[in-house]
C-alpha cells in the first residue's frame, strides 16, 4: 500500500486506520467547495443490461448499437467502444461463445463484472499503477462472517458459474464467492449527470470513503470515471465521507439500511441522537403522518394508549383504523398504477397516481419524504404524454420538501431545480426559469463541476433566460 499512499499523498490526501472503520481517507491539506477530492477510473464495469434496455459496453450510449457477432451477449455503439474494450472483452467474448443460449441468458450484470474482475487480474503486468492494481481489490473487506446462509448459498451457485463460463483451473470458487459479497459492499453503480443508473463499477480506491449521513462530499460521475467533490470546506487532517444511501430518511430506517447492506453501524452526527427529541421530530416529519387539522403542522406521535397518533402541536389524535383504511386503499391503487404502467396504458397510471398522490397527502405529514413518490411518479410521465404545464406543477411542489429533506448544497434539490427551469423556460417563462435555473446552476457547480457538457448545457440555458429577461425589461424606446 505504500506506492497508493505516495499517490494520493500527491493530491493531499492519506489513508489511515480507524478503530471500528478499517482504512478511511483523510485530507493532507485544506479542501474547498467544488474542489476534486479524487477521480477513479473502474477497475472494472459492465452496462446495466436487460431484455428490455441495452447499452454499450463502452460508453453506455443507448443508440446506433450493434451486438458483439461471436457472444451475442455484449452491445457496442460503434468501433472507438468495441476497441477500448476488446482487451478485456477478447477474453470473456471466447468464453461466452461456448455457453448454450440458456446459460447465457444466465449471464447477469453482476456475472459479467466478476468475469472482467478475474480478466483483468490475468492480463494485469508490470504497466499497473499504484491505484489500478487488483492488491487493492483483495484488501477490500468481504464481511463473509457476517452474511446469512441463504446469501452464501446464492455466491456460491454464481461462483460455480463464473467458474463454468471460465474454464481455469487456477481460479478458486471460494475466493469467487468472496468477491461478490465484496462488490455486495463495494461496487458503486454507474449513473449520469442527472442521477440516472447506468451501470456498475468497481472502485478499490474510492471503496476506502466512509459513510456519513452528514457527508462532506459527493460521490458523481463523469462518464464511467468516478469523481468525489466537497460540499464544503474541509480543513487538512480531516476525514472524508460520502454517503452510501439515501440520506432523508428516519435514523432507524438510515442505521436498518446500513446494517443490511453495508455491516456496520453508523456513528455520524446525525446517527448520534437517534431517540433524542429533534431526531424523534424528525422522524415523525419524514416518515409520520400528518395532522387531522389541515391548518396545523405538527408532527404525530404515536397516542400513550396505542388508539393512534397524536399531533405534539394542536393534540388532535388520528385514530388507526382511519389511518390502516387510507393507507389499504393506497396499496390496492398502487397495484393498479403498477399494472396500468406495464401495460404502457400512460393516461390510465397518471389518473390513477392523481388518486394515490391525493390520499397520501391527507395521510402524510407535508415534508415527509413518502409525498416525493407519486409526484416524482407523475412528473416523469407527465413529461413523457409531453404535458408540461402539469408537470411543473408537480415539480414545483416537489421543491419545498427537497429543500427541507436536502443540505443547501446537494446534488438532487440542483437537479429538481434544474428539472422546474426547464420546464418554466419551455412555457415561456423566462423571468422565473432564470430563477430556478441560477439555483440549480449555484449548486450543480459545487456537486458535479462546470467542464462536463451537462454542465455546460445548463449554463448555456443560464445565459439564454438572462438574455431574454434582459430583452423583456429593455425600454421601448431602444
Request: charged share 25%; glycine share 4%.
Given at each position: 500500500?505504500?506506492?497508493?499512499?505516495?499517490?494520493?499523498?500527491?493530491?493531499?490526501?492519506?489513508?489511515?486506520?480507524?478503530?471500528?472503520?478499517?482504512?478511511?481517507?483523510?485530507?493532507?491539506?485544506?479542501?474547498?467547495?467544488?474542489?476534486?477530492?479524487?477521480?477513479?477510473?473502474?477497475?472494472?464495469?459492465?452496462?446495466?443490461?436487460?431484455?428490455?434496455?441495452?447499452?454499450?459496453?463502452?460508453?453506455?450510449?443507448?443508440?446506433?448499437?450493434?451486438?458483439?457477432?461471436?457472444?451475442?451477449?455484449?452491445?457496442?455503439?460503434?468501433?472507438?467502444?468495441?476497441?477500448?474494450?476488446?482487451?478485456?472483452?477478447?477474453?470473456?467474448?471466447?468464453?461466452?461463445?461456448?455457453?448454450?443460449?440458456?446459460?447465457?441468458?444466465?449471464?447477469?450484470?453482476?456475472?459479467?463484472?466478476?468475469?472482467?474482475?478475474?480478466?483483468?487480474?490475468?492480463?494485469?503486468?508490470?504497466?499497473?499503477?499504484?491505484?489500478?492494481?487488483?492488491?487493492?481489490?483483495?484488501?477490500?473487506?468481504?464481511?463473509?462472517s457476517d452474511i446469512d446462509e441463504k446469501q452464501l448459498v446464492l455466491y456460491a451457485q454464481m461462483a460455480n458459474l463464473v467458474n463454468l463460463i471460465l474454464q481455469w483451473p487456477e481460479i478458486n470458487i471460494k475466493e469467487i464467492a468472496e468477491n461478490f459479497s465484496k462488490f455486495s459492499c463495494n461496487a458503486h453503480t454507474i449513473c449520469d449527470s442527472e442521477l440516472?443508473?447506468?451501470?456498475?463499477?468497481?472502485?478499490?480506491?474510492?471503496?476506502?470513503?466512509?459513510?456519513?449521513?452528514?457527508?462532506?462530499?459527493?460521490?458523481?460521475?463523469?462518464?464511467?470515471?468516478?469523481?468525489?467533490?466537497?460540499?464544503?470546506?474541509?480543513?487538512?487532517?480531516?476525514?472524508?465521507?460520502?454517503?452510501?444511501?439515501?440520506?432523508?430518511?428516519?435514523?432507524?430506517?438510515?442505521?436498518?439500511?446500513?446494517?443490511?447492506?453495508?455491516?456496520?453501524?453508523?456513528?455520524?452526527?446525525?446517527?448520534?441522537?437517534?431517540?433524542?427529541?429533534?431526531?424523534?421530530?424528525?422522524?415523525?416529519?419524514?416518515?409520520?403522518?400528518?395532522?387531522?387539522?389541515?391548518?396545523?403542522?405538527?408532527?404525530?406521535?404515536?397516542?400513550?394508549?396505542?388508539?393512534?397518533?397524536?399531533?405534539?402541536?394542536?393534540?388532535?389524535?388520528?385514530?388507526?383504523?382511519?389511518?390502516?383504511?387510507?393507507?389499504?386503499?393506497?396499496?390496492?391503487?398502487?397495484?393498479?398504477?403498477?399494472?396500468?404502467?406495464?401495460?404502457?396504458?400512460?393516461?390510465?397510471?397518471?389518473?390513477?397516481?392523481?388518486?394515490?398522490?391525493?390520499?397520501?397527502?391527507?395521510?402524510?405529514?407535508?415534508?415527509?419524504?413518502?409525498?416525493?413518490?407519486?409526484?416524482?411518479?407523475?412528473?416523469?410521465?407527465?413529461?413523457?404524454?409531453?404535458?408540461?404545464?402539469?408537470?411543473?406543477?408537480?415539480?414545483?411542489?416537489?421543491?419545498?420538501?427537497?429543500?427541507?429533506?436536502?443540505?443547501?448544497?446537494?446534488?438532487?434539490?440542483?437537479?429538481?431545480?434544474?428539472?422546474?427551469?426547464?420546464?418554466?423556460?419551455?412555457?415561456?417563462?423566462?423571468?422565473?426559469?432564470?430563477?430556478?435555473?441560477?439555483?440549480?446552476?449555484?449548486?450543480?457547480?459545487?456537486?458535479?463541476?462546470?467542464?462536463?457538457?451537462?454542465?455546460?448545457?445548463?449554463?448555456?440555458?443560464?445565459?439564454?433566460?438572462?438574455?431574454?429577461?434582459?430583452?423583456?425589461?429593455?425600454?421601448?424606446?431602444?
Amino acid at each position: 500500500m505504500e506506492d497508493l499512499q505516495e499517490a494520493l499523498r500527491e493530491g493531499g490526501l492519506t489513508v489511515s486506520a480507524l478503530p471500528a472503520k478499517g482504512r478511511s481517507l483523510f485530507t493532507a491539506k485544506d479542501f474547498y467547495p467544488g474542489e476534486v477530492i479524487i477521480r477513479q477510473e473502474p477497475y472494472v464495469f459492465v452496462p446495466n443490461n436487460s431484455a428490455s434496455e441495452r447499452r454499450c459496453e463502452g460508453c453506455f450510449s443507448s443508440s446506433n448499437l450493434k451486438k458483439c457477432s461471436a457472444c451475442r451477449v455484449v452491445w457496442y455503439c460503434g468501433c472507438s467502444c468495441q476497441k477500448s474494450q476488446w482487451k478485456v472483452h477478447q477474453l470473456e467474448c471466447r468464453a461466452l461463445a461456448r455457453l448454450d443460449e440458456d446459460k447465457r441468458k444466465a449471464v447477469t450484470p453482476t456475472i459479467r463484472l466478476m468475469l472482467k474482475l478475474y480478466i483483468r487480474r490475468k492480463l494485469q503486468d508490470e504497466k499497473i499503477t499504484a491505484a489500478d492494481n487488483y492488491r487493492l481489490v483483495e484488501a477490500l473487506v468481504a464481511h463473509m462472517s457476517d452474511i446469512d446462509e441463504k446469501q452464501l448459498v446464492l455466491y456460491a451457485q454464481m461462483a460455480n458459474l463464473v467458474n463454468l463460463i471460465l474454464q481455469w483451473p487456477e481460479i478458486n470458487i471460494k475466493e469467487i464467492a468472496e468477491n461478490f459479497s465484496k462488490f455486495s459492499c463495494n461496487a458503486h453503480t454507474i449513473c449520469d449527470s442527472e442521477l440516472r443508473p447506468l451501470g456498475t463499477g468497481l472502485y478499490p480506491v474510492i471503496s476506502i470513503i466512509n459513510h456519513s449521513c452528514l457527508p462532506n462530499a459527493v460521490l458523481v460521475f463523469e462518464g464511467t470515471a468516478a469523481v468525489v467533490r466537497t460540499v464544503q470546506r474541509i480543513s487538512g487532517g480531516s476525514e472524508v465521507s460520502i454517503s452510501y444511501i439515501e440520506t432523508a430518511r428516519s435514523t432507524m430506517t438510515r442505521l436498518k439500511a446500513l446494517k443490511e447492506q453495508y455491516f456496520f453501524t453508523c456513528s455520524c452526527p446525525r446517527c448520534d441522537r437517534v431517540g433524542q427529541p429533534a431526531d424523534i421530530q424528525e422522524s415523525a416529519v419524514l416518515e409520520g403522518y400528518r395532522c387531522k387539522d389541515d391548518n396545523c403542522t405538527g408532527f404525530l406521535l404515536r397516542d400513550s394508549d396505542d388508539r393512534g397518533f397524536r399531533c405534539q402541536q394542536c393534540g388532535l389524535l388520528r385514530e388507526k383504523e382511519e389511518l390502516k383504511e387510507i393507507t389499504n386503499e393506497i396499496r390496492t391503487m398502487s397495484e393498479k398504477a403498477v399494472a396500468a404502467t406495464s401495460s404502457a396504458k400512460l393516461e390510465e397510471a397518471i389518473s390513477i397516481y392523481k388518486m394515490i398522490e391525493k390520499l397520501q397527502g391527507e395521510l402524510y405529514h407535508p415534508y415527509s419524504i413518502f409525498l416525493l413518490q407519486p409526484r416524482e411518479k407523475l412528473l416523469k410521465m407527465l413529461m413523457e404524454v409531453e404535458d408540461w404545464k402539469e408537470a411543473l406543477a408537480y415539480c414545483r411542489i416537489t421543491i419545498p420538501i427537497y429543500e427541507r429533506i436536502y443540505p443547501t448544497i446537494h446534488p438532487l434539490l440542483g437537479l429538481q431545480y434544474y428539472t422546474c427551469g426547464k420546464l418554466e423556460w419551455l412555457l415561456g417563462d423566462s423571468d422565473v426559469a432564470l430563477k430556478s435555473l441560477g439555483k440549480a446552476v449555484d449548486i450543480l457547480r459545487v456537486t458535479h463541476g462546470t467542464s462536463t457538457p451537462f454542465m455546460k448545457e445548463l449554463m448555456m440555458r443560464l445565459e439564454e433566460a438572462r438574455a431574454e429577461a434582459s430583452y423583456k425589461i429593455r425600454p421601448i424606446d431602444e
